[in-house]
């Protein structure tokens, strides 16, 4: 029988599952916290993984799933995903169906005393109503994610809880200047000018945060080309809406912003970052990432 590329990747998982047995480590267990260790703690994507750490401090040791430079919407697990998850005390994830592959790995390699923290919980169920899974994209919902990870941190490890919460307060803070600044530096872009387009449906919460218009998104759905009737709609959308550029990630192919490009007549920006930081410092942590990226997007609509 054919293994398609899940099918795969799930073989994988379950074999080291397996030798992890072997060896007298259950996949199914967790290894002793030493309490005079960091906190072991995993979390799906880069930019969680940000905020964990600036919240933790050196009293977390942190195992992210999805590498740099992947896209948690199509991530297919693999086996070191079985050695992080089978050590955490604590996963992080954001929820909102982002990491639809999560589900089928914990079945396999989730521990007897691993507790899971859903951050997308942390916002009001009329604000994440469109069911899209971006709400770290506003900053605003970053710091609602920050004071839950704080608590989560201080309750399974209460002997640092002092650090977890003087950390979320400096976090804090640093999340609601990142929030002036933006605000300030999207008053300096011309109101009708206000309008993008991005690969995929990254941007909602921010774009409806800071007064910018959401278009549309070149991708409908994780790992889904558009198709022809699709694409023409969001040229015709574009031209209407006057729209001066179209923003891609570094992870994913140009070749769809060029094609809008070359019909809509519109510039292309292909190094914004949202599913996951960079590896270039200036974009290495989650404020880094979001003042790299609000720089990017006022620059190309101030043109």
């Not at 891609?248 to 912003?257: C, I, R």
């Amino acid at each position: 029988m054919i293994l398609d590329k899940f099918g795969r990747a799930q073989a994988a998982v379950l074999a080291v599952a397996a030798l992890l047995a072997g060896c007298g480590v259950h996949a199914g267990s967790t290894a002793p916290h030493d309490a005079n260790g960091p906190l072991p703690v995993a979390c799906t994507i880069s930019t969680l993984c940000s905020l964990v750490a600036e919240v933790g401090g050196p009293y977390v040791r942190i195992g992210g799933l999805v590498p740099v430079g992947a896209s948690p919407e199509t991530y297919e697990p693999t086996p070191s995903d079985v050695v992080a998850l089978s050590h955490a005390r604590l996963l992080f994830e954001n929820g909102l169906g982002l990491e639809i592959w999560l589900a089928k790995i914990l079945r396999t390699a989730g521990s007897v005393n691993l507790s899971r923290v859903t951050l997308s919980d942390a916002i009001a169920p009329a604000e994440r109503s469109s069911g899209n899974p971006h709400l770290w994209m506003d900053p605003v919902y970053a710091a609602a994610y920050v004071r839950v990870i704080a608590s989560a941190l201080g309750k399974t490890d209460p002997q640092h809880a002092t650090a977890y919460r003087a950390n979320e307060n400096a976090e804090l803070a640093r999340l609601a200047a990142l929030d002036r600044w933006i605000r300030a530096q999207i008053a300096t872009v011309p109101p009708d000018h206000r309008a993008m387009i991005c690969f995929h449906d990254a941007w909602y919460y921010f774009d409806r945060r800071y007064g910018i218009k959401n278009v549309g998104a070149i991708e409908p759905s994780p790992g889904q080309d558009p198709s022809p009737g699709y694409f023409a709609r969001l040229i015709a959308l574009a031209r209407a809406n006057h729209v001066r550029a179209v923003f891609g990630e570094p992870q994913y192919s140009p070749k769809l912003a060029r094609a809008l490009q070359a019909n809509a007549g519109i510039k292309v920006f292909s190094n914004l970052y949202d599913d996951t930081l960079g590896t270039e410092r200036d974009v290495s942590t989650y404020e880094d990432m979001m003042r790299y990226d609000v720089s990017v997007i006022v620059k190309a609509l101030r043109q």
